[in-house]
């Protein structure tokens, strides 16, 4: 059983609690669903039930009782933060060593494990070449491994494309039957029939409400909208297409023979593509496929064959692109320069208006719902949180063009709905939006152009 009562937690520097006074019980073998706001404390929830808060996370805590799973295993929002190894295999030869699994056993169960996720990988695959929907594949085929009676789930399969989601959730809920399971996640077509509980916290981390799926969903469809929670028929609410591009605003990136690579692979060749002003581009195709690839060598990040031309001028260096485009990463950590989240912002206003720059990032702080967390240090955010200040930290950019990797993950609907509308805004503005995503839903919805990738090649859908 995970239990604890009159829990009380908060982040040092920080005047409120995130929990005051939670108590919280899941009976052996239940599959439980946790819902609620960004930052309302649900991946610190599982970390304290799973004992690495206060553990590996020190944080100032108190609580009357407390019975966790320190067995357990635990599947991170990020993957990267899973990882003790550099490689794939060794990664994983890890996992089966501290279960003292003969050696002459492991190959096997490495293989097998890996095909369940549908993981092809060398052996001497290193984790950091990997796209982040195979890292969330290589986080799951370790947990998988530990054969642990508990299981932490905490987005999944945020980074994974649609069939991939459906595919694990599948693996998972056959491999799940003697284990005890909370889940944080907000893909929850996949899994919503098929919890025994779902507990629904508002934004104080407070728990409002407690029932099956069938009760929830029934009685507090209205709560569940409210606070942004994403539930089967939440997109019920979403905000209509409206991208109507202002035709006086000129700009295009041309791409010539491009040849993607990862490491020494190649991953497709693109014989010619221009991206114009005012356009919302999605970028689509399974995990692996040299998606981010693409983003990353349009910024003169990576190295690729061919040649690259915006507004006809060649370009070679990061410096030409960055006048013009700004990338946004999959992993927010990775946009972060400053020291608080104010901090963040106002360097990009001050320099393009530094009189204006105050006024700029307070009002892009509670466009995003920001402004209480303002003085935070950008790796204290919740993910949710990060992902909105990863975007922020493009739109307040004068960049003509934004490329965006994943923007959506770990968003509750209310942002995912505000930046969709924001997105539209600049569309209509004359900037153009290239989007690496697996939402099926903003796919289906809002785009002028789709692009696909697949079996090495990228063509144009529709």
């Keep these: 059983m995970l239990s604890v009562k009159n829990l009380r937690l908060k982040y040092p520097g920080t005047k409120t609690k995130i929990f005051d006074g939670l108590n919280i019980e899941i009976q052996d073998k239940q599959k439980v669903l946790l819902l609620g706001p960004s930052g309302s404390g649900k991946s610190t929830l599982l970390n304290v039930l799973s004992g690495i808060t206060p553990d590996l996370i020190d944080l100032p805590m108190k609580y009357d009782a407390l019975e966790v799973r320190k067995d357990c295993g635990v599947i991170f929002q990020n993957p990267d933060s899973q990882f003790c190894m550099p490689k794939v295999y060794e990664e994983l030869a890890f996992i089966l060593e501290n279960r003292n699994i003969n050696r002459n056993e492991m190959d096997y169960l490495i293989h097998e494990a890996l095909q369940k996720v549908g993981l092809q990988v060398d052996k001497d695959q290193k984790i950091n070449q990997l796209s982040g929907g195979m890292k969330q594949k290589l986080a799951i085929a370790g947990t998988l491994l530990q054969q642990s009676d508990t299981l932490f789930l905490d987005e999944p399969t945020a980074m994974l494309d649609d069939d991939a989601t459906k595919q694990l959730w599948e693996l998972l809920r056959i491999l799940w039957q003697d284990q005890t399971v909370l889940i944080v996640e907000h893909k929850v077509e996949h899994i919503w029939q098929y919890v025994d509980r779902v507990i629904l916290m508002n934004e104080n981390g407070e728990i409002i409400h407690d029932g099956t799926p069938v009760e929830i969903l029934s009685q507090y469809e209205d709560i569940l909208t409210s606070y942004g929670v994403w539930h089967p028929n939440a997109w019920r609410n979403a905000p209509s297409s409206s991208v109507r591009p202002n035709p006086k605003v000129k700009h295009h990136l041309q791409l010539e023979d491009v040849v993607t690579k990862r490491a020494k692979k190649t991953l497709y060749h693109l014989s010619s593509l221009t991206i114009q002003s005012g356009e919302w581009v999605v970028l689509t195709g399974n995990n692996g496929t040299g998606k981010t690839t693409l983003l990353e060598s349009m910024?003169?990040?990576?190295?690729?064959?061919?040649?690259?031309?915006?507004?006809?001028?060649?370009?070679?260096?990061?410096?030409?692109?960055?006048?013009?485009?700004?990338?946004?990463?999959?992993?927010?950590?990775?946009?972060?320069?400053?020291?608080?989240?104010?901090?963040?912002?106002?360097?990009?206003?001050?320099?393009?208006?530094?009189?204006?720059?105050?006024?700029?990032?307070?009002?892009?702080?509670?466009?995003?719902?920001?402004?209480?967390?303002?003085?935070?240090?950008?790796?204290?955010?919740?993910?949710?949180?990060?992902?909105?200040?990863?975007?922020?930290?493009?739109?307040?950019?004068?960049?003509?063009?934004?490329?965006?990797?994943?923007?959506?993950?770990?968003?509750?609907?209310?942002?995912?709905?505000?930046?969709?509308?924001?997105?539209?805004?600049?569309?209509?503005?004359?900037?153009?939006?290239?989007?690496?995503?697996?939402?099926?839903?903003?796919?289906?919805?809002?785009?002028?152009?789709?692009?696909?990738?697949?079996?090495?090649?990228?063509?144009?859908?529709?």
Aim: glycine share 4%; net charge negative.
């Design 299 to 462: 910024m003169q990040m990576t190295p690729y064959d061919g040649h690259m031309y915006y507004n006809n001028q060649t370009l070679s260096t990061i410096k030409q692109v960055a006048r013009h485009l700004y990338l946004v990463y999959q992993n927010p950590e990775l946009q972060f320069i400053q020291n608080s989240v104010y901090d963040e912002l106002f360097i990009h206003y001050a320099h393009q208006d530094r009189e204006s720059a105050h006024n700029q990032t307070l009002k892009m702080l509670d466009l995003l719902q920001l402004t209480h967390v303002q003085n935070h240090h950008p790796f204290e955010l919740s993910m949710g949180q990060k992902r909105r200040l990863s975007v922020a930290t493009a739109l307040s950019t004068n960049a003509e063009m934004i490329l965006l990797d994943e923007p959506t993950f770990g968003l509750d609907s209310h942002n995912t709905f505000q930046l969709i509308e924001l997105f539209q805004e600049r569309v209509n503005a004359g900037q153009t939006i290239i989007m690496v995503t697996h939402d099926q839903n903003i796919i289906s919805r809002y785009p002028t152009r789709h692009l696909h990738v697949d079996n090495g090649k990228l063509y144009e859908v529709g």
